[in-house]
């Protein structure tokens, strides 16, 4: 893990950030010895947010095919 001092963090802020991304983690220490650790903040995902997938399949097919998933439970009675 890479530790910078203050003054260097400041001059090279942007390298400094890249760093911190790449590798997870990075410290600062300052004149009086103090250390801070800079570390990247994880972005919150959506349980919705799922790959794509390319198919050769139409709306229509895919309209009929949950059609016949939802009839395909029911029993028709005749009284």
């Known amino acids: ?3 910078y001092t203050y003054s260097e963090a400041r001059q090279k802020f942007a390298s ?10 990075i410290l600062i220490r300052r004149k ?3 250390t801070f650790a800079l570390v990247p903040e ?8 799922v790959p794509s ?3 050769d399949i139409s709306t229509e097919e895919i309209v009929a095919i949950i059609r016949e998933g939802r009839e ?8």
């Open 53 to 55: 997938i390319k198919a």
């Open 32 to 34: 009086d010895g103090r």
């Open 16 to 25: 400094v950030l890249k760093e911190a991304e790449s590798t997870g983690k």
């Open 72 to 79: 395909g439970g029911r029993t028709q009675r005749f009284t």
């Open 42 to 49: 994880q972005m919150p995902s959506s349980p919705l947010d």
């Open 1 to 3: 893990m890479q530790v």
